[in-house]
């Protein structure tokens, strides 16, 4: 299996909602990583784990609260979203820890969020 | 600061011909450099990875450089399809976060 899977495709959600968006991997990868993505630009990074420790925030809004609960999955919870939030949500993986060389990062298909 | 820009937003060209695309650096010298590709509403895909101490490397119809002189990597598709289409990232990788930093992307278009 050497694919990211993330889940749902679509999320749709108003500013008072709470949902979480998954990502899943069985490769193996020691380091998962969320993205953020808007229009027209690169992906920007948001949140780091390494064997299943937090790596990694780049000062990202407390509205956004990702979760690790074992090395094959990754959460991100989502409370209180701003219509700006609205992007393509990102998740990746790659097969060393974080800081541990450049691998190559392997990126789910996204989650396309919508906030109303 | 340090940058790593790609310069051509959209690149066009003919089936056949070969596509080069540019990613400049400044203010440091990234020990490795990534390419990737992205289709719409997909995320990116693993290219080419290429460290510092290499000159050059290649897959298939792709081949990357890595010239730390002018600072500057050039990736090419040789025989250039329509499917080549999409969006191309380079991407370094370096700093002391050890973070994965993508310039803007170019958007290359192969026309039949």
């Known amino acids: 299996d050497t694919e990211v899977t993330q889940t749902p495709k679509h999320l749709v959600m108003g500013m008072t909602n709470k949902k979480s968006l998954k990502c899943e991997q069985h490769?193996?990868?020691?380091?998962m990583y969320w993205y953020k993505q808007k229009a027209k630009k690169p992906p920007e990074l948001m949140f780091v784990?390494?064997?299943?420790?937090?790596?990694i925030n780049e000062s990202v809004p407390s509205r956004f609260s990702p979760e690790c609960p074992n090395s094959s999955l990754l959460n991100l919870h989502l409370h209180a979203l701003q219509p700006e939030d609205s992007a393509l949500y990102l998740c990746?993986?790659?097969?060393?820890?974080?800081?541990?060389?450049?691998?190559?990062?392997?990126f789910g298909p996204g989650t396309r969020l919508t906030v109303t | 600061s340090q940058k790593i820009e790609q310069n051509s937003e959209a690149l066009n060209i003919q089936e056949g011909k070969t596509a080069t695309l540019t990613c400049n650096y400044t203010?440091?010298?990234?020990?490795?450099l990534q390419w990737y590709r992205q289709d719409p509403g997909r995320g990116p895909v693993f290219l080419l990875l290429?460290?510092?101490?290499?000159k050059e490397k290649r897959k298939e119809r792709l081949k990357v450089t890595f010239d730390t002189t002018l600072k500057q990597s050039l990736f090419h598709i040789t025989a250039s399809q329509p499917a080549d289409s999409a969006t191309y990232l380079c991407?370094?990788?370096?700093?002391?976060?050890?973070?994965?930093?993508f310039g803007k992307g170019t958007k290359l278009s192969v026309k039949p």
């Open positions: 991407a370094r990788w370096g700093g002391s976060q050890g973070n994965l930093i």
């Open positions: 784990y390494s064997y299943e420790k937090l790596s």
């Open positions: 990746a993986s790659s097969r060393a820890g974080h800081g541990q060389g450049a691998n190559e990062q392997y």
């Open positions: 290429i460290r510092e101490n290499e």
């Open positions: 203010n440091y010298s990234p020990a490795y």
């Open positions: 490769m193996g990868h020691r380091a």
